[in-house]
């Protein structure tokens, strides 16, 4: 028997688009992510659940509830209604009499069809099943599916009429994702790190960064130690202060101007800001994890199952790798790619194998000790690795730890204002490269200059 689950949790068939799409809607009314999704198909529900019946769970939905109780069908749907947001007053109108009866034949006719509601196309359905046949011009089944369909239609209808409609970035990104697999998987890893609700609560966040340069070296070859400060709404903001050195350095980023003061005096040389600003952007990337993957310019693809080269003692877990492309504005970025890592057993982004086109050199980033924080789990571990095309984890690069997570914190827009440099980043919007080689912008610099 299995243990009783933290939350509700839905078993769907991840197959079918039309479900996935009601799915997608029903996230909307589930902003404290009240509802796990999980797809029949993935192996995950059987290891999770043992008494599962596959073929039932083919034939309806399965809803386990957290006093472990299991409810099939429309009586799950009814469990459902419960717990979304502006959707209670349709499971109390189960309490009428003759609702339950038509929701269940509903139901029932529905789930037997969604194969045929996901597409019109013929070549979408499933093998076998015959083109689409002419009815007889009394309605016949047509007919009868929207008589048993209306109530459902009417709930559906004033449920959402009721509350404010908002765009959901989830809902939207989702949609703009043209790969059904990759839509699937990055739905599982924004659900794993914490629902979008919860993320787009936060106005921002601060915490302790610390950074090990190894650069293939047995031992550190450089160590940072800073506070971070980031804006999450959509002015792009950033701020970093050494917390370790006896004259601090402070980089003040917001959108495409920075500022830089070293010992306390502003640095002006254009060349001089460039390593800050490529630094900023890397950091604030790769804390952001998965959240910045609903920017428009991502581009992202399924590639398959994978069971990547083992990192420790702890044999790795079967992966969904999706690669991650940028719609560049500079030919200089074309080429790189990020194949992200999702590990089928928990949905936490396993690692990150990127290429950079610019000097053909490959990375791989371990990201571990997931930590929660509000509702939103972050990875406060992630080890750089130089590597090869096939994911091969080589010498040590970096190591980078967070540590004193807090999201909304005491601070504000004071932190950016006074700016005096208004020096514009002529550099792509697109992140340069998830986990690249943190160097100095000056190759003659040392280690330990290139970090400042």
Same mark, same amino acid.
């Given at each position: 028997?299995?243990?009783?689950?933290?939350?509700?949790?839905?078993?769907?068939?991840?197959?079918?688009?039309?479900?996935?799409?009601?799915?997608?809607?029903?996230?909307?009314?589930?902003?404290?992510?009240?509802?796990?999704?999980?797809?029949?198909? @993935?192996?995950?529900?059987?290891?999770?659940?043992? %008494?599962?019946?596959?073929?039932?769970?083919?034939?309806?939905?399965?809803?386990?509830? =957290?006093?472990?109780?299991?409810?099939?069908?429309?009586?799950?749907?009814?469990?459902?209604?419960?717990?979304?947001?502006?959707?209670?007053?349709?499971?109390?109108?189960?309490?009428?009499?003759?609702? =339950?009866?038509?929701?269940?034949?509903?139901?029932?006719?529905?789930?037997?069809?969604?194969?045929?509601? +996901?597409?019109?196309?013929?070549?979408?359905?499933?093998?076998?099943?015959?083109?689409?046949?002419?009815?007889?011009? %009394?309605?016949? =089944?047509?007919? /009868?599916?929207?008589?048993?369909?209306?109530?459902?239609?009417?709930?559906?209808?004033?449920?959402?009429?009721?509350?404010?409609?908002?765009?959901?970035?989830?809902?939207?990104?989702?949609?703009?994702?043209?790969?059904?697999?990759?839509?699937?998987?990055? /739905?599982?890893?924004?659900?794993?790190?914490?629902?979008?609700?919860?993320?787009?609560?936060?106005?921002?966040?601060?915490?302790?960064?610390?950074?090990?340069?190894?650069?293939?070296?047995?031992?550190?070859?450089?160590?940072?130690?800073?506070?971070?400060?980031? @804006?999450?709404?959509?002015?792009?903001? +950033?701020?970093?202060? #050494?917390?370790?050195?006896?004259?601090?350095?402070?980089?003040?980023?917001?959108?495409?101007?920075?500022?830089?003061?070293?010992?306390?005096?502003?640095?002006? #040389?254009?060349?001089?800001?460039?390593?800050?600003?490529?630094?900023?952007?890397?950091?604030?990337?790769?804390?952001?994890? =998965?959240?910045?993957?609903?920017?428009?310019?991502?581009?992202?693809?399924?590639?398959?199952?994978?069971?990547?080269?083992?990192?420790?003692?702890?044999?790795?877990?079967?992966? #969904?790798?999706?690669?991650?492309?940028?719609?560049?504005?500079?030919?200089?970025?074309?080429?790189?790619?990020?194949?992200?890592?999702?590990?089928?057993?928990?949905?936490?982004?396993?690692?990150?194998? +990127?290429?950079?086109?610019?000097?053909?050199?490959?990375?791989? +980033?371990?990201?571990? @000790?997931?930590?929660?924080?509000?509702?939103?789990?972050?990875?406060?571990?992630?080890?750089?690795?130089?590597?090869?095309?096939?994911?091969?984890?080589?010498?040590?690069?970096?190591?980078?730890?967070?540590?004193?997570?807090?999201?909304?914190?005491?601070?504000?827009?004071?932190?950016?204002?006074?700016?005096?440099?208004?020096?514009?980043?002529?550099?792509?919007?697109?992140?340069?490269?998830?986990?690249?080689?943190?160097?100095?912008? @000056?190759?003659?610099?040392?280690?330990?200059?290139?970090?400042?």
């Amino acid at each position: 028997m299995s243990a009783a689950p933290a939350r509700y949790v839905a078993l769907y068939d991840g197959d079918c688009q039309f479900c996935t799409r009601w799915r997608d809607r029903m996230m909307v009314r589930d902003p404290e992510g009240v509802v796990e999704w999980l797809s029949v198909h @993935d192996p995950a529900a059987a290891s999770r659940f043992p %008494g599962l019946d596959r073929a039932d769970a083919m034939r309806q939905m399965w809803v386990y509830a =957290p006093d472990g109780s299991v409810h099939k069908g429309a009586e799950g749907w009814r469990v459902l209604f419960r717990v979304l947001d502006g959707l209670s007053w349709v499971a109390a109108a189960y309490k009428i009499p003759g609702v =339950p009866f038509v929701m269940d034949r509903v139901y029932r006719y529905i789930a037997a069809r969604r194969y045929r509601l +996901s597409c019109r196309d013929a070549a979408c359905r499933r093998p076998g099943e015959n083109a689409r046949r002419r009815e007889p011009a %009394g309605g016949g =089944p047509r007919a /009868l599916v929207v008589i048993l369909l209306l109530p459902t239609l009417l709930n559906v209808v004033a449920a959402w009429g009721c509350g404010e409609n908002r765009p959901d970035p989830v809902v939207e990104r989702l949609e703009a994702i043209a790969d059904p697999q990759a839509k699937g998987v990055v /739905l599982a890893l924004f659900q794993a790190y914490g629902p979008y609700g919860v993320w787009s609560a936060h106005h921002n966040v601060e915490y302790v960064y610390r950074l090990q340069f190894y650069g293939g070296q047995k031992e550190p070859q450089a160590n940072a130690r800073q506070v971070h400060r980031l @804006d999450l709404g959509p002015g792009d903001r +950033s701020f970093a202060q #050494d917390l370790d050195e006896t004259a601090p350095q402070i980089v003040r980023v917001a959108g495409g101007r920075i500022e830089v003061v070293r010992a306390g005096v502003t640095v002006t #040389d254009p060349a001089q800001l460039e390593f800050p600003r490529a630094f900023m952007r890397i950091a604030r990337w790769s804390f952001l994890l =998965p959240w910045n993957l609903l920017a428009a310019e991502s581009r992202l693809q399924y590639l398959g199952e994978r069971t990547p080269p083992t990192a420790s003692r702890v044999p790795s877990d079967l992966c #969904d790798v999706v690669r991650l492309t940028f719609d560049a504005k500079d030919a200089a970025r074309k080429d790189d790619w990020h194949d992200i890592y999702v590990s089928r057993v928990n949905h936490l982004i396993d690692r990150i194998h +990127s290429y950079r086109g610019g000097d053909r050199t490959y990375w791989v +980033s371990l990201f571990t @000790d997931h930590k929660t924080y509000g509702a939103v789990r972050v990875p406060t571990r992630r080890t750089v690795h130089a590597s090869d095309v096939t994911g091969l984890i080589g010498p040590l690069e970096a190591i980078v730890e967070y540590s004193d997570v807090r999201f909304d914190a005491p601070f504000g827009d004071e932190i950016w204002s006074g700016m005096t440099a208004e020096t514009a980043d002529s550099s792509s919007a697109a992140v340069p490269t998830a986990s690249g080689r943190l160097d100095p912008a @000056d190759p003659s610099a040392s280690p330990a200059e290139g970090t400042r």
